[in-house]
């Protein structure tokens, strides 16, 4: 996917909220909004996906029906997939998570239950390995559950495959990747499962088109519903708004001198893996990514990168052809608030103390923090600069 590149600054608001610290929108609102933009996927389970299915089996007769077969078998039992979610891990604890989640199937429909039915977090083993993370997560939470004569999940909590129509089935996102493999080839042991790893076990009615999982298309845009990143400064107005799939480059405007981003970049088409790095694009070295895009340290002049899709990395889209990746830049650049002269992203007590310090002239003033010192905006830098930051910090603390 190549398009026209326009720059586009993402500004970030800092907000104040009623505890006086900075709040960070993306926090909740996008992390939520990711689990639920599965939920809003609502498709109908319909015909269309299965007659395509049919069609190819025709045309291309039974060796693609049986590589087919095999990529479905795949894909309804294991789904794997790249996903990150925070680690809320007691102590040295390695965990994953792992939801289970039926947004395809309705009750209307005749599914006996629909939703997330559970949303774990579960400690992670050196033996583990995707396959047996899910399997007692499920038990652990006292479903039933059913391992198919080919090896994989085929019924959770009474929902079987095949349910709908014929056409339904399990598949599982790692880190929001369908893997191209089975679930079990995703191991502690070879490094392809790790702790902070994000299982997203759902059910799909139409061989996994409805739940973002595109056999045959090569979109290797990122979502826009499913997109967005959140810092300690940063909020969350921001990204939802400007972010366009086909615009590759941004400018990420942060409040903090410093700053650790978790971006949220899923692709359109989640059979492609999304990449996220911090300075030099190195798709072709293992690891030099951030997995799952968390916990990016940020400061001034840093360049992110973000990558959908690139040749070399795995996926079941490989059966049906070679996409071209698409590559998103994100520019970091530091905005001081007025008055923040520790460059912390807030006004404290410490930055008053700067100043306090200047007047004393125990301490000069760096060039910047003079610029963003006039807080109350009349060209001289004094003492009322001091007490107008003094009463913001009150202000908030009250
Ligand atoms: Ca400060
Ligand atoms: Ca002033």
């Not at 996917?1 to 006086?20: C, D, H, L, P, Q």
């Not at 998103?328 to 912390?344: E, H, M, R, S």
Request: glycine share 8%.
């Amino acid at each position: 996917m190549r398009s026209e590149s326009a720059a586009t600054v993402i500004t970030v608001y800092s907000v104040w909220n009623e505890s006086g610290y900075f709040r960070v929108g993306l926090d909740l609102y996008s992390w939520t909004r990711r689990s639920t933009a599965k939920t809003n996927r609502n498709f109908a389970c319909g015909f269309d996906v299965v007659l395509f299915f049919i069609e190819k089996h025709f045309l291309f007769g039974g060796i693609f029906m049986k590589k087919l077969l095999s990529i479905i078998l795949a894909v309804t039992v294991f789904a794997a997939a790249f996903g990150v979610i925070s680690v809320s891990a007691e102590e040295n604890d390695k965990t994953v998570s792992v939801i289970v989640v039926n947004n395809t199937y309705s009750k209307e429909n005749g599914a006996p239950w629909s939703g997330v039915l559970f949303n774990a977090t579960v400690t992670l083993g050196e033996d583990d390995s995707m396959e047996s993370v899910i399997e007692r997560a499920v038990s652990e939470n006292d479903y039933s559950f059913t391992v198919s004569d080919y090896g994989y999940i085929s019924e959770i909590n009474g929902l079987t495959e095949y349910a709908y129509n014929g056409s339904g089935g399990w598949m599982a996102t790692l880190n929001n990747w369908f893997t191209a493999d089975g679930t079990g080839a995703y191991t502690v042991a070879n490094g392809g499962l790790q702790s902070g790893d994000e299982i997203v076990m759902m059910y799909t009615c139409a061989w996994g088109a409805d739940v973002g999982s595109l056999y045959g298309d090569f979109n290797t845009t990122l979502s826009v519903d499913e997109f967005g990143f959140r810092g300690s400064y940063i909020s969350e107005a921001t990204t939802q708004e400007f972010f366009v799939p086909e615009i590759l480059d941004y400018t990420i405007e942060i409040n903090a001198s410093e700053d650790v981003i978790s971006f949220l970049a899923v692709p359109t088409n989640k059979n492609y893996q999304a990449r996220v790095y911090k300075n030099e694009y190195q798709p072709d070295v293992n690891g030099a990514e951030y997995r799952g895009g968390k916990n990016v340290p940020v400061k001034d002049g840093d360049v992110i990168y973000i990558g959908v899709g690139n040749p070399s990395w795995p996926t079941m889209n490989s059966w049906a052809g070679t996409a071209e990746e698409t590559v998103y830049t994100f520019k970091i650049k530091y905005v001081p608030l007025l008055g923040d002269l520790n460059g912390n992203g807030k006004l404290d007590i410490d930055d008053v103390t700067i100043l306090q310090r200047s007047f004393a002239e125990f301490e000069e003033l760096s060039e910047k923090q003079k610029e963003i010192a006039d807080i109350n905006g009349d060209k001289a830098v004094d003492i009322l600069d001091a007490t107008a930051i003094q009463r913001v910090i009150a202000e908030f603390d009250a």
